[in-house]
Nanobody, 117 residues
Framework: QVQLVESGGGLVQPGGSLRLSCAAS????????MSWYRQAPGKQRELVAG???????NYADSVKGRFTISRDNAKNTVYLQMNSLKPEDTAVYYC???????????WGQGTQVTVSS
């Protein structure tokens, strides 16, 4: 059974930092590109950052220079370090896994991030 479990969300003041984690089980983690998406109330889910199995990364323009995605294949975990947080970063953040060769996609259950004073 495949599971992606996010953690690390919470309430933070503007300018603060959070680190999200997504622990994967039931998959060969190193064969998957991993990404973080977010969905704010009333908005569509959007890509925040992605990292391939070869560790190439990409970011949404809105988070470049503030967020960093990384992965630890030994721990089957992907991270999202979020710095200089803004109120517009408030959303539910989801982890996603995509197999690099075949059509296999998995989602986590999401973790809430709220940026507010």
């Amino acid at each position: 059974q495949v599971q992606l479990v996010e953690s690390g969300g919470g309430l933070v003041q503007p300018g603060g930092s959070l680190r999200l984690s997504c622990a994967a089980s039931g998959i060969s983690f190193s064969d998957y590109a991993m990404s973080w998406y977010r969905q704010a109330p009333g908005k569509q889910r959007e890509l925040v950052a992605g990292i391939t199995s070869g560790r190439s990364t990409n970011y949404a323009d809105s988070v470049k220079g503030r967020f960093t995605i990384s992965r630890d294949n030994a721990k089957n975990t992907v991270y999202l370090q979020m710095n200089s947080l803004k109120p517009e970063d408030t959303a539910v953040y989801y982890c996603r896994a995509d197999h690099r060769f075949r059509l296999a996609t998995y989602w986590g259950q999401g973790t809430q991030v709220t940026v507010s004073s």
